[in-house]
C-alpha cells in the first residue's frame, strides 16, 4: 500500500514538473515573439524616421519660385542690327533687359550698392529664359511681356521656409513684400528639376544629366552582366565536371560577392582607364566597372534558379532524347528563367545604388551638360547626391533630400518589378 501510494506521489511530482516545464517554455516563447515584435516595431520606426526626415527635407524641392515682371524687348539690346540671326539672338545680354525690367518695377533704388542687391532677387537662369522666348519667336523683340522668371535661390528659401532659411537683406525682405503685395511672387511646378543638369546654382540645378548617366551605366551593365551571368551559372551548374578547379571558382565567385564595392573601382582605374585608357567620367567604364561587381550577384542567382528545378525535368527530357543541350536550353532555362531575371534585377538594383567605385573612375565630376552618349562625360544620381550633400549652399540640401526620394522611388520600383516577375512565372514543385 505504501509502494502505491509513493508511486501515485512520484507521478503528481512528475507532472507538476511537467507543467512547470511548459509553463516556463510558453514564457520563454511569449517573450521571444515579444521581442521580436519590438525587434520589427524598432526597425519600422527607424525606417519611418529616415522617410520622414528625407520626405519634409525634400519635398520643397519640387517647387520653384519666381517673380513677375514686365520685360521690354529692346531691340537696340537683344538685336541692334535688326539681322534677326540666331548668332545675334543667341549672344545678345538677355541680363541688361532683365536689370531694366527691376530698375522700373522699383524706381526708388538708385544708389549702385542698392541695385546690386536689386539684382540679385532674380536667379541668373532668367537670362536663359529670355533668350529661349526670342529664339523660339523673334517677333516678341519690341514689344513688352509680362513674364514669370526664376527667383535666386535666397529669395526661393525665404519665400518657402521664412527668414530663417534666408540670408536676405531687410531691405531686400522689403522689396520682396512690395511684389507679395502686387501679387507678383508665386511657386510653381519645379520642371527644371528634371529637365535641367547640374548647375553653381541651387536653383538652376537638375537631375537629368545624373538621371540619363544612370541609364546609360545601367544599361550597360544589363548588356554585360546578365548574359556573362547566365552563362557562367548555366556552365558551372550543368556542364562543369566536379573537382579542384570549379571548386576553386566557386570559392572564387562567393568571395568576390563580399568584396567591399571601392576594390572594383580601384580595378576599373587601373585596368579601363590606366591600361585600356578608356575616358574618364565615361558610363562606358561606370558600366564595366559595375558589371564585374554585379557578376558574382547575378551567377548565385542564377544557380540557384537553376538548383530550383527538380531533377524529374531532366530526367524526363533525357529519356525522351533529348540532348543534354536540349534539356538545359529547353526545359530546365525557361522554369529558372523567372529566378534568374529576379536575381538580375536585384544585382542592377544594387549597381544603381552605388557611390564608391564610380568616384574612383572620376564620375565625381561636376558635369552640367547632358551626356549624349556612352563615352560623354557624365555622373550618376548617386554622385549627384554625394556632391550635392557636400555643397554649402543651403538650397542645395532640399536638393540632395529631392534627388534621394527619387532614387529610393527607382530602387524600390525595381525590387517591385522582381518580385512581379517571380509571383507571374515561378512554378511551385510539390
Given amino acids: 500500500m505504501s509502494d502505491l501510494i509513493k508511486a501515485t506521489v512520484k507521478r503528481g511530482q512528475v507532472r507538476e514538473a511537467i507543467e512547470q516545464s511548459l509553463i516556463r517554455r510558453r514564457k520563454r516563447n511569449r517573450r521571444f515573439r515579444m521581442l521580436g515584435l519590438a525587434a520589427v516595431m524598432l526597425g519600422m520606426l527607424f525606417l519611418g524616421m529616415m522617410f520622414f526626415s528625407i520626405i519634409s527635407k525634400g519635398y520643397s524641392a519640387f517647387v ?52 546690386r542687391k536689386l539684382y540679385r532677387l532674380v536667379s541668373t537662369g532668367a537670362e536663359q529664359q529670355l533668350r529661349e522666348l526670342v529664339q523660339k519667336d523673334p517677333g516678341i523683340i519690341g514689344t513688352r511681356q509680362k513674364l514669370w522668371l526664376t527667383a535666386d535661390d535666397d529669395v526661393d528659401q525665404y519665400y518657402k521656409h521664412g527668414e530663417n532659411q534666408s540670408r536676405l537683406k531687410a531691405q531686400q525682405l522689403a522689396w520682396l513684400a512690395q511684389l507679395r503685395a502686387r501679387d507678383a511672387l508665386r511657386t510653381s511646378f519645379n520642371t527644371n528639376f528634371f529637365s535641367a543638369g547640374d548647375s553653381r546654382e541651387p536653383e538652376l540645378a537638375g537631375i537629368r544629366g545624373a538621371v540619363v548617366g544612370s541609364f546609360f ?33 566557386e570559392i572564387n565567385i562567393n568571395n568576390l560577392a563580399a568584396v567591399p564595392s571601392i576594390v572594383f573601382g580601384l580595378l576599373g582605374l587601373a585596368v579601363y582607364i590606366n591600361f585600356f585608357e578608356l575616358p574618364r567620367s565615361a558610363p562606358l567604364v561606370g558600366g564595366l566597372v559595375l558589371t564585374l561587381m554585379t557578376l ?55 549597381a544603381l545604388g552605388e557611390t564608391a567605385p564610380l568616384l574612383m573612375i572620376g564620375m565625381v565630376a561636376f558635369i552640367v551638360d547632358v551626356p549624349a552618349g556612352i563615352t560623354d562625360p557624365a555622373t550618376v544620381l548617386p554622385v549627384q547626391i554625394y556632391l550635392w550633400a557636400d555643397s554649402p549652399e543651403r538650397a542645395f540640401t532640399e536638393k540632395t533630400s529631392a534627388a534621394i526620394m527619387v532614387l529610393l522611388v527607382f530602387l524600390v520600383l525595381m525590387n517591385l518589378f522582381a518580385i512581379w516577375l517571380r509571383r507571374k512565372f515561378e512554378r511551385r514543385w510539390d
Wanted: avoid cysteine; charged fraction near 20%; hydrophobic fraction near 50%.
Fill in 64 to 115: 520653384l519660385t519666381e517673380i513677375q515682371l514686365e520685360i521690354y524687348f529692346d531691340a537696340e539690346i537683344v538685336d541692334p542690327e535688326g539681322a534677326r540671326s540666331r548668332e545675334a539672338l543667341t549672344a545678345a545680354a538677355y541680363g541688361k533687359l532683365v536689370k531694366n525690367a527691376l530698375r522700373k518695377a522699383f524706381p526708388q533704388v538708385r544708389k549702385r550698392k542698392e541695385k
Fill in 296 to 350: 558574382p550577384t547575378i551567377i548565385i542567382a542564377s544557380r540557384a534558379a537553376l538548383k530550383s528545378v527538380p531533377p524529374s525535368i531532366r530526367e524526363a527530357a533525357l529519356g525522351m532524347g533529348a540532348s543534354k543541350m536540349q534539356m538545359v536550353f529547353h526545359h530546365v532555362l525557361p522554369l529558372a528563367m523567372p529566378g534568374m531575371l529576379t536575381g538580375a534585377i536585384i544585382g542592377l538594383a544594387q
Fill in 217 to 249: 551605366v545601367i544599361l550597360i551593365t544589363l548588356g554585360l552582366s546578365l548574359p556573362l551571368g547566365v552563362a557562367a551559372a548555366i556552365y558551372l551548374e550543368e556542364f562543369a565536371p566536379r573537382n579542384r578547379w570549379t571548386d576553386f571558382v
